[in-house]
């Protein structure tokens, strides 16, 4: 896929990315140091976090990993002061930490909906939150990466679903209390993404082609095709985007009742 966009879009740029280390998350702060942002990669796991940092600096960006549960806000607050006594500011934020797991409803413990609902929903409130100060200053922006498990019934994905339906709600309120301070607030919405652990471990191999099939466009996404729809979101491009749920997913959704 080429690259669309011209060099150095983010220049001059500091985004904090949660989930940033591994998968979709991943691409998109590698994809955002490319266009020159500076990128503090942030999750729990610092031994996923710091290769890819590595991998970004030695590509010519800047990157440094923080250590953060998004789920305890102390350590989100902690995170979000490192990553500006690092680079001197936070103008966006990408909200990518997600739990998930299949599991039928009628097994799924308190416990198990309580924790995904607490990464998903809580993680993204809880950065939100401790960013507000740093991206009011700098009329910064936030991205959710959300999905689209709850525009229908997904089985197995109960937990899941409520959590990604509240980060919506939560996109489109921000977008509309912080729009005064000039904080745009839009998310992204991938389809099944290959490459990727959430497609190896949530879609079991004998309906992948099936999947495949019902998908308009007739392949499965790339972590590419989310990169570039985040970039351009972050981008001055999308100055006049606030609220909106970019769905990534080549059609997939509008045509997955047909499916059962
Ligand atoms: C049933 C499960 C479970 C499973 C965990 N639980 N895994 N229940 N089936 N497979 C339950 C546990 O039993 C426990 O409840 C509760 O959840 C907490 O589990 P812990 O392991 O103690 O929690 P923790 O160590 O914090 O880790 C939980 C987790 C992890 C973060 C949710 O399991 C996980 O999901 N890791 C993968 C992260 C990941 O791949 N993220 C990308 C997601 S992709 P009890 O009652 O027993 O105490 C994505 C895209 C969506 O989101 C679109 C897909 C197409």
Not at 84 to 95: H, M, S, T
Not at 166 to 191: C, F, H, K, S
């Amino acid at each position: 896929m080429t690259n669309i966009f011209v060099d150095g879009l983010l220049n001059d740029h500091v985004a904090f990315v949660t989930g940033g280390g591994t998968g979709i998350t991943g691409g998109v702060a590698r994809a955002l140091a490319e266009a020159g942002a500076s990128v503090a990669l942030v999750s729990r796991k610092l031994e996923h976090l710091e290769p890819a940092a590595a991998a970004i600096n030695e590509n010519g960006g800047k990157a440094f990993a923080v250590a953060a549960d998004v789920r305890n806000p102390e350590e989100v607050e902690r995170a979000i002061a490192a990553t500006v006594a690092q680079f001197g500011k936070i103008d966006i934020v990408v909200n990518g930490a997600a739990g998930n797991f299949l599991v039928p409803a009628e097994q799924l413990s308190p416990n198990g909906f309580g924790t995904v609902v607490d990464i998903d929903l809580k993680g993204t409130f809880n950065v939100c939150r401790a960013a507000f100060a740093q991206l009011k200053e700098h009329r910064g922006q936030i991205l959710n990466i959300s999905a689209t498990l709850h525009y229908l019934g997904t089985p197995m994905q109960l937990h899941v679903s409520a959590a990604k339906a509240g980060v919506d709600a939560l996109t489109r309120n921000l977008a509309v209390e912080w729009g005064r301070y000039g904080i745009r607030v839009n998310g992204i919405a991938p389809g099944p993404i290959e490459d990727t652990e959430g497609m190896k471990r949530l879609v079991p191999e004998p309906i992948k082609e099936k999947l495949r099939k019902n998908i308009p466009l007739g392949r499965f996404g790339r972590i590419k095709d989310i990169e570039t729809a985040a970039v351009f979101l972050c981008s001055d491009a999308a100055s006049f985007i606030n609220g909106a749920m970019l769905v990534v997913d080549g059609g997939q959704w509008l045509s997955a009742a047909r499916m059962v």
